[in-house]
């Protein structure tokens, strides 16, 4: 029985301390005020007081914490994507989880335990030897695999080779995760609320006060707030949080659904993927199979759900997993992401002095939470942003110097 | 008794017939039923009322609503978990068990969890487990996913059938109640085609078991009336045993019946989906023997079963007395009424029951519902008096019963209206509900609406039937009055909540969330309703918070000094109750392409690959000899003639007078003047300057192109240009012919020999019908388009064909070549021939961020043009030059490796490049591929240093990629 619990136990009162205290009133000034209370806000928040001594800081959340999508994804953690420069950034990631339990306090429940992504077709072949090869050189531990292996990872796989999408080859990503991902922004809440971080939820910003090209003071639906500095941290409304500041961003948004079913006994360890059917499927700690696709085809900004994507999402499911046809799906839920045109985040300095953008995170936000909060917070601290962060500069769509991430994303989140 | 010691006698029973028993297995028994018998009422017949363990504390569980909407029910089938033991026929092959249990269902050795409840406060897996570093995976998580879930899957179920049907209908009536039945029949009287949809077996909804006077009879003769009226009726079609289990945009409807989903697109839409009674919360409310008082009333009128021998009735409500009547009836000693509210009103129902004389208990409540041995059954109620305040002074009495009753209220069934975007309201007591803010033509009747007297639900059904049809364009006669009491004032009592010092009040029975739980949550700081969700996990199981979100959010508006409103409930999303992943997938068929010639490929036993939709032959002859096939097929076009089915080559009609333009505009090449009778070199860039498809534009008349496109491009070019002329507007049409052409591409320096004796209307000779020409002819009789292209680089025709001479030109082709040797050759030697010529593949030597310049197609880029898609930006492009290059390499010497294709280009350990194709090369017999590589070291023979996944390195040298006949002789011929 571990010493936390037995404090609980055996206390004749519950000990309840409150991860996050109760919304106080706005100060005159802020040194830094954060627009949006979801994981990288409140990762933000946490290093810059942890990493850099800054504590006059305010999160301001238009709903409740990490209610965006923080608590829509499904939290895959992973850092096999195609260039080095993204696989370092993950990478930074995926090192920073590993320890964020012991660090925040907070059990994050982080558990890897490897993500296949599976190839039907001789280009998905080629792009995954390409991310295989790419990883080993960053040093990630990432590997292709064979149909015998693919059987060993995951035996209940429906390996017909008659099948419409045989399984011909997988990627093998040892160090594939996945978390709690309400708890990652609950962790970082808290320990950033004991710093003296202010957080505000139910507090919607509704104005941005530029002045002579420097960012002046954030309006909201509960009154003005200075800052010296100020960052969005917004997924799925980046665009228009930006437009306030009177900056355009190249994002388009669109929905991305995901879905669990009822609860059954775990038969499932690795998070499963396959880019050619646009499904990934992983079996959550309370025994629900989480259930992911593409993003919708057009753009919106409403958080509805579809019948046509559940129709399809779960035809491919079946198509991996034939044997669960049986199974009950319990919910399903949308987000929106923040497309970019190279599928990478921009990050960094924004035309609007002292105003930071930590943008365009479409549907891999969540696994870069810890490595944006730390790097977005040392930003801010230094005026600058870090040579990690620099291949994702809003520059480089004026340059064309952009990431080239198209493929690595689809479907395998 | 073969139907069971608790079976009543009729007219109990509305659902089971009584002449014919069914016999079934439940853990490992046999048991007797009746049809119609679900198996939670045939168990509870029999005297078992044990159907699960609860998910975290493996506490026994039973009945709770009759209505398939909870989590206390659900029990395994083989290859079936999680299923609704109150919705699951009975059958002679029915084998079930329950679920979530080591050792046996009664005696479940995990039931020892429960005692360590304290050791589990809310959310305790986020305060411990996590140190040392990395204990959580390698020691607790395995405990815990050892202990999780409900069900089991079984890999050798079987995919099973499922089918999907379409359904079309004016109005669509969610819920066959007493107000689903009466909107039914008024929008049919007005003229409306009527789909009325009801979840249960039978039309009648609460009339079908529920209780609303005093002598017992009102609720039987209205259904019979109702039912009888609406069966008659043509115009409405009655869907029963059928779940609409969503809302999506435009009333698009999923309806669940067995395994068969019909998507229902309604003109209108009325919810008269009822309510849901909510359970008390007090200690122990969650064991076998304590339900709601609306389950008692279901097993006793739809399956005839007693529901217990002694009972208890905490009546919140006089519903409740309704429950204490109906049981009284039915043989079942009714111990006492227990009623929280201080002074009851008097009614009908509390007087009759008073004149029975059962015992009153007002200001009072349960407490605690005693637990038998194992907590297996409950043995009675603790009752307490009230405070004025609503809570239980200490002490009270015991009184033996074994049947606990619940009726103290209800909630709106309002998730099918939420998802369609309302908002649910209530008063500040939290006592009635109002929903709001619903899109155009959907409606709510009945008590969804609030209207939960019998006469208001029925004028209500009524109105919203007739505006329905008058929404519909239909003549509607007047609207009826509905009463302004509609009998909510007191259905719900505000408080039914009395916690206990010693917990096990169980707030969310599918999660063992107790009232501590949530009220710590609050207390560490989750105050947001959305937040004790997400920490505590209230509302996450299968029953997704339908008898839970209404005391958990009274309970933290409680906590947080909010009203219940403000506080609000969770967001409801689809699907309403669980629904098959098969029923979803439909029978699963994904869409392939077969070309006109596949069955001849079969025949001549080529290895088939997917290509996007496609199948395409390979490589001919088996798989051992795979590699001297490719080679044996590569030499024969080089060497004599060889052919290859070309028909998934995309194919685009562009015509009108602006098609040259149209072209101009979408490709980066010219071809306003481009003479007819010739075919020209198309590149495709999008609008970031990145190459994303290529093939040729031949033009037959000056308005009139045929285009090629990749195979896997051809779909999304043709999406390309509608996209960008539904802007443009020119007047021009264009049209996707790929799966209306069939395609041949005859190769080799033999070629021509063999295909000229077939044509017939043109001259095929060198000087007639040069290199890039083309012309329209007839091909063996059949009408064709020929193209004098290269892709091989040899002699070659492609030529076209409807799709329905395609099997015919391919037969009589091979014919022709016969006396040549000629055979077929596959995708593998024609990416091998491709490459030996050095052309590109677009998607395999380029990527997502590929410039013309990288991949040296500059030549390919028109100067003068005013405009084309991705110019500007491929002019910004060049002020920024790319660091890399797409060159030609080889690796010198027979015994050279062969690199994979995705191998990284290093320089100094750093990643510049990778190989995009790489073979070794049958007619140089060297190894030759493309590769991108640094910019500042892509001239001829620099070297290129490759990793292979072995990882070792090899270095080979640029050269141009023209790796053969750099002087196209061969393929001009």
């Given amino acids: 029985m571990p010493w936390g619990l037995l404090k609980y136990g055996l206390g004749r009162r519950y000990p309840a301390g409150p991860d996050f205290p109760a919304r106080p009133e706005f100060k005159p000034r802020y040194d830094v005020v954060i627009i949006g209370g979801g994981g990288h806000g409140l990762a933000t928040a946490y290093y810059l007081a942890k990493d850099w001594g800054i504590t006059n800081v305010c999160v301001l959340e238009k709903g409740y914490l990490a209610g965006g999508n923080t608590g829509r994804n499904t939290a895959v953690i992973r850092s096999n994507y195609i260039t080095p420069e993204s696989v370092r950034f993950y990478k930074e990631s995926v090192d920073l989880f590993n320890d964020l339990s012991g660090e925040l306090g907070y059990n994050i429940l982080y558990s890897q335990r490897g993500q296949l992504t599976l190839a039907h077709s001789d280009a998905t072949i080629r792009t995954f030897r390409m991310r295989a090869e790419v990883g080993k050189l960053v040093g990630t531990r990432i590997e292709m695999v064979d149909r015998r292996q693919i059987r060993e990872i995951v035996p209940c796989l429906d390996m017909d080779e008659n099948a419409r999408q045989p399984i011909l080859a997988g990627l093998w990503h ?97 998070l499963v993927s396959s880019s050619g059917l646009h499904t990934y499927v992983s079996q959550s700690s309370r025994g629900e199979l989480v259930i992911g696709g593409g993003s919708d085809p057009y753009e919106l900004y409403s958080t509805r759900s579809t019948l046509e994507l559940k129709e399809s999402l779960i035809a491919h499911t079946l198509e991996l997993f034939p044997f669960l046809a049986n199974l009950r799906l319990m919910r399903q839920w949308a987000g929106i992401t923040d497309m970019t045109p190279d599928y990478s985040p921009i990050m960094g300095e924004s035309p609007v002095r002292n105003y930071w953008l930590d943008a365009g995170w479409g549907t891999w936000g969540f696994k870069a939470t810890p490595v944006s909060g730390k790097r977005m917070a040392e930003t801010i601290a230094r005026e600058k942003a870090p040579e990690i962060l620099h291949p994702f500069r809003l520059d480089r769509f004026k340059t064309f110097d952009l990431a080239n991430e198209m493929g690595a994303t689809a479907a395998s989140h | 008794m073969r139907a069971g010691s608790n079976r009543l006698p009729a007219p109990a029973g509305l659902l089971v017939d009584r002449e014919r028993p069914v016999s079934f297995a439940w853990e490992g028994a046999r048991y007797w039923g009746l ?140 819920g066959g109640g007493p107000a689903g039945l009466s909107t039914a029949l008024a929008a049919a009287g007005a003229g409306a085609e009527v789909l009325l949809v009801e979840e249960n077996p039978v039309l009648g909804g609460s009339l079908a078991y529920a209780r609303f006077d005093a002598e017992g009879t009102l609720a039987a003769a209205r259904r019979e009336a109702l039912v009888a009226e609406v069966e008659a009726d043509p115009k409405i079609e009655v869907m029963t045993g059928a779940v609409c289990n969503g809302w999506f945009a435009d009333n698009w409807l999923p309806v669940i019946r067995g395994n068969r989903l019909t998507k229902v697109r309604a003109k209108e ?105 194992g907590n297996r059954h409950v043995r009675g109620a603790f009752v307490s008096r009230l405070d004025g305040q609503g809570g239980a002074v200490p002490g009270g009495s015991s009184i033996a019963c074994d049947l606990l009753c619940m009726s103290t209220g209800y909630m709106p069934t309002y998730q ?68 302004a009491d509609k009998g909510q004032a007191g259905a719900n009592h505000p408080w039914p909540i009395f916690p206990h010092a010693r917990g096990k009040d169980f707030v969310d029975f599918d999660e063992d969330l107790q009232v501590k739980d949530i009220v710590n949550a609050v207390a560490d700081g989750y105050c947001e309703i959305e937040l004790v969700k997400r920490f505590s996990t209230v509302g996450m199981g299968p029953s997704q918070g339908r008898h839970s979100a209404l005391a958990t959010a009274r309970l933290v508006a409680r906590a947080t000094g909010r009203s219940v409103a403000e506080t609000g409930v969770t967001a409801a999303r689809p699907p309403f109750t669980g629904e098959k992943l098969g029923v979803l997938a439909g029978r699963g068929f994904e869409p392939e392409r077969l070309t006109a010639m596949h069955h001849r490929h079969l025949e001549q036993g080529a290895q088939m690959m997917t290509a996007g939709l496609w199948w395409r032959p390979a490589y001919y002859g088996t798989k051992d000899r795979r590699e001297d096939c490719i080679r044996e097929e590569v030499l024969a076009v080089r060497r004599n003639v060889a052919m290859i089915d070309v028909s998934t080559l995309g194919g685009l009609e562009v015509r009108g007078p602006d098609a040259a333009e149209f072209l101009n505009r979408v490709y980066t090449f010219a071809y306003a003047k481009q003479p007819l009778g010739r075919s020209r070199y198309v590149l495709m860039t999008n609008d970031a300057g990145t190459v994303i498809d290529d093939g040729v534009a031949c033009r037959f008349r000056d308005g009139h192109f045929y285009v090629t496109a990749t195979t896997g491009g051809v779909d999304r070019v043709y999406r390309t240009m509608l996209w960008w002329n539904a802007q443009w507007r020119l007047d021009v049409d264009i049209a996707n012919v790929t799966a209306a052409t069939a395609g041949v591409n005859i190769a080799g320096p033999n070629a021509r020999a063999v295909l000229a004796p077939l044509v017939e209307g043109a001259d095929l000779s060198a000087e007639a019908f040069p290199y890039m020409g083309l012309r329209e002819a007839s091909v063996a009789g059949i009408p064709a388009r020929l193209l004098r292209v290269g892709f091989v680089g040899e002699l070659g025709y492609e030529v076209h064909v409807p799709a329905s001479f395609g099997e015919a030109l391919w037969d009589r082709l091979l014919e022709a070549g016969k006396p040549h040797g000629m055979t077929p050759f596959g995708v593998e030697a024609q990416r091998v021939l491709r490459l030996e010529k050095g052309h590109i593949i677009i998607g395999q030597d380029s990527d997502a961020m590929t410039t013309p310049d990288e991949v040296d197609m500059a030549w390919a880029i028109a100067k003068k043009k005013p405009f084309f898609v991705g110019g500007r930006s491929i002019e910004l492009r060049r002020r920024h030059p790319s660091k890399r290059k797409l060159v030609g390499f080889t690796l010198e010497g027979a015994d050279a490796p062969l690199p994979q294709e995705s191998n990284l280009v290093l320089r100094n350990g750093e990643m510049v490049g990778f190989v995009t194709s790489v073979t070794r090369s049958p007619t140089l017999e060297t190894v030759i591929g493309l590769a991108y590589t640094a910019a500042d070291e892509a001239e001829e023979g620099a070297p290129l240093r490759i990793k292979l996944t072995s990882g070792r390195m090899v270095e080979g040298r640029v050269v141009p990629p023209h790796f053969y006949d750099p002087d196209n002789q061969r393929q001009e011929m």
């Fill in chain 2, 269 to 373: 839409v009325v919810l008269a989906t009822g309510s849901i009674e909510q359970p008390a919360i007090f200690r122990n409310n969650d064991l076998p023997g304590v339900m709601q008082g609306s389950a008692a009333q279901r097993l006793i009128r739809l399956y005839g079963v007693r529901p217990g021998r002694r009972a208890v009735v905490l009546a919140g409500d006089d519903d409740g007395y309704g429950v204490a009547l109906d049981l009284a009836e039915a043989g079942v000693e009714v111990a006492a009424v227990v009623d929280p509210r201080p002074e009851p009103a008097p009614s009908a129902l509390t007087e009759a029951v008073a004149g029975q004389g059962i015992e009153v208990l007002a200001g009072h409540c349960v407490a605690e519902a005693l637990a038998g041995p």
């Fill in chain 1, 174 to 270: 040892r160090d594939g995760a996945t978390g709690r991902h309400d708890a990652v922004a609950w962790g970082y809440a808290a320990r950033a609320a004991e710093y003296g971080v202010e957080l505000h939820q139910r507090t919607e910003v509704t104005g941005l006060e530029v002045e002579r090209g420097r960012i002046a003071a954030v309006e909201t639906n509960r009154g003005r707030v200075r800052g010296g500095h100020v960052i969005q941290a917004v997924a799925g409304m980046s665009s228009v949080v930006a437009a306030m500041a009177g900056i355009r961003l190249p994002i388009r948004s669109y929905p991305l659904q995901a879905m669990v079913t009822q609860p059954v006994k775990p038969f499932l360890d690795p």
């Fill in chain 2, 416 to 483: 099918l209206a939420l998802q369609a975007g309302a908002k649910l309201g209530c008063d500040d007591a939290g006592a009635h509900f109002s929903i709001t803010g619903l899109p155009d033509h959907l409606r709510l009747a009945g008590s969804v609406a609030g209207a939960t007297d019998l006469e208001a639900a029925l004028a209500e059904g009524r109105r919203a039937g007739l505006r329905a049809a008058k929404a519909l364009g239909l003549k509607a006669g007047s609207e009826p009055e509905v009463p």
């Fill in chain 2, 35 to 174: 049809a119609g018998d679900t198996l939670a009422s045939a168990l509870a017949a029999n005297g078992e009322w044990i159907l699960s363990r609860s998910f975290k504390y493996h506490r026994p569980r039973g009945v709770l609503t009759m209505a398939g909407q909870d989590a206390n029910t659900l029990v395994q089938l083989k290859g079936e978990p999680n299923v609704p033991a109150d919705r699951l026929p009975i059958s002679e092959d029915l084998e079930a068990w329950g679920q979530n249990y080591s050792g046996s269902l009664k005696r479940d050795r995990n039931a020892v969890l429960a005692r360590l409840s304290r050791f589990m406060p809310v959310g305790f897996y986020y305060r411990a487990f996590y140190r040392p570093r990395g204990i959580w995976q390698a020691f607790w998580e395995p405990i815990v996913r050892r202990s999780t879930g409900l069900g089991k899957v079984d890999r050798a179920t079987p995919h099973g059938h499922f089918d999907k049907a379409y359904g079309f209908c004016d109005l669509a009536v969610i």
